[in-house]
Every structure is written in structure tokens, then in C-alpha cells.
């Protein structure tokens, strides 16, 4: 069973950081790119970023580029976000992600709020 288990989420002053972490098991975990995505309230769920299967091709929306960093440890199959430089607008629920089989899986997200 496909299943995502994502944390590091919490209240945060605008220029904070937080990590998000997102263990992942039921799957090959190294076999597959991950992705973050996020939806804040009254809006769309976003891609933000993704990895691939090493680790070394990654992609980040403009709206988080030079912020955000997504890394990936495949012996504990966990991906993680590091979020710098956080504003107000970051404000939202992240979930993890990895299509399976042309099938999208999700995690339950992690709330992170920036706030002061």
C-alpha cells in the first residue's frame, strides 16, 4: 500500500525557514521522481517542485525558485522541501507526490502558516 507521511509544517515569521519531510513507503521509492505541491485557501494545488530518481534533476516554480530547496534520500526514502526566506503568501497546505502506474498518490500535507 501506497502511503506518504509528510511533517515539518507549522507557524513561521515572514524571512523564517522550515524543512518538510515526507516519508514514503509501499513503493520503490528510488524508482520514481517526487514532486511538493501546495494549495492555500480558495485556490488551485499547485506544483512547486519535483526531483528526480538521483537527485539530481530538479525543478521549481518561479514562485519559489531560489527559496526552496527539494532533496531526496532514497535509503530512507523520504523528500524533503527546505523552505527559506518564507512570506505570507507561502501560507498554505503542502502535500508529497508521485505518479504510479499514471496514478496520482498523495499524502495528508502539512499545514504551514507564515505569519507574524
Known amino acids: 500500500q501506497v502511503q506518504f507521511v509528510e511533517s515539518g509544517g507549522g507557524l513561521v515569521q515572514p524571512g523564517g525557514s522550515l524543512r518538510l519531510s515526507c516519508a514514503a513507503s509501499?513503493?520503490?521509492?528510488?524508482?520514481?521522481?517526487m514532486y511538493w505541491y501546495r494549495q492555500a485557501p480558495g485556490k488551485e494545488r499547485e506544483s512547486i517542485a519535483s526531483i528526480g530518481t538521483s537527485g539530481d534533476n530538479t525543478y521549481y516554480a518561479d514562485s519559489v525558485k531560489g527559496r526552496f530547496t527539494i532533496s531526496r534520500d532514497n535509503a530512507k526514502t523520504t523528500v524533503y522541501l527546505q523552505m527559506n526566506s518564507l512570506k505570507p503568501e507561502d501560507t498554505a497546505v503542502y502535500y508529497c507526490?508521485?505518479?504510479?502506474?499514471?496514478?496520482?498518490?498523495w499524502g495528508q500535507g502539512t499545514q504551514v502558516t507564515v505569519s507574524s
Open positions: 507526490n508521485a505518479r504510479l502506474a499514471f496514478l496520482d498518490y
Open positions: 509501499g513503493f520503490t521509492f528510488s524508482e520514481h521522481a
